[in-house]
């Protein structure tokens, strides 16, 4: 019984990081978008990777410098506009993710996640 209920514990885990990975590379698209921030590579250069109970949110450093108030340089601090899209969006989908996590994982989605690793549901049923 044990080891089963991992396994359906790791499957839910792995479920919700992929979600909202996802989630969090569409909101920072769409962030992006309404900050006016242009360039293929700012676009192109993300990737969500998910394991078991891992999750890999990987952006080029640009997307950081974006989303900075100011900065410090040899002449002292440099105000400039920031525009929100990178710790906002990683940090409030990582709440999101935690709570997911905490109180999704009832009977209920023990009983779909079963259903559907004997392939009596579709996998992306929520």
Same mark, same amino acid.
């Given at each position: @019984? ?6 359906? =514990? $790791? /499957? ?10 996802? =989630? @969090?590379?569409?909101?920072? /698209?769409? $962030?992006?978008?309404?900050?006016? &921030?242009? *360039?293929?590579?700012?676009? #192109?250069k993300?990737? &969500?990777?998910?394991? =078991? ?12 410098? +974006?989303? @900075?108030?100011?900065? %410090? !340089?040899?002449r *002292?601090?440099? %105000? ?6 990178? #710790?906002? +969006?990683?940090f *409030? ?7 997911? +996590?905490?109180? =999704?994982?009832t009977?209920?989605? /023990?009983? @779909?996640i !079963? $259903?559907?690793i004997?392939?009596?549901q579709?996998? #992306?049923?929520l």
């Amino acid at each position: @019984m044990g080891n089963n209920s991992e396994l359906l =514990e $790791a /499957r839910f885990v792995s479920r919700i990081l992929r979600e909202e990975g996802q =989630e @969090m590379k569409n909101a920072q /698209r769409i $962030a992006m978008n309404v900050a006016g &921030v242009r *360039g293929h590579a700012l676009y #192109n250069k993300r990737a &969500v990777r998910t394991t =078991e109970n891992k999750m890999e949110f990987t952006h080029l450093m640009r997307h950081r410098f +974006i989303d @900075m108030s100011s900065r %410090k !340089t040899q002449r *002292g601090r440099i %105000k400039k506009i920031s525009h929100p899209i990178h #710790n906002r +969006i990683l940090f *409030g989908r990582s709440i999101s993710m935690i709570r997911r +996590i905490s109180y =999704e994982y009832t009977d209920e989605m /023990r009983d @779909m996640i !079963t $259903a559907e690793i004997r392939g009596e549901q579709p996998a #992306n049923t929520l």
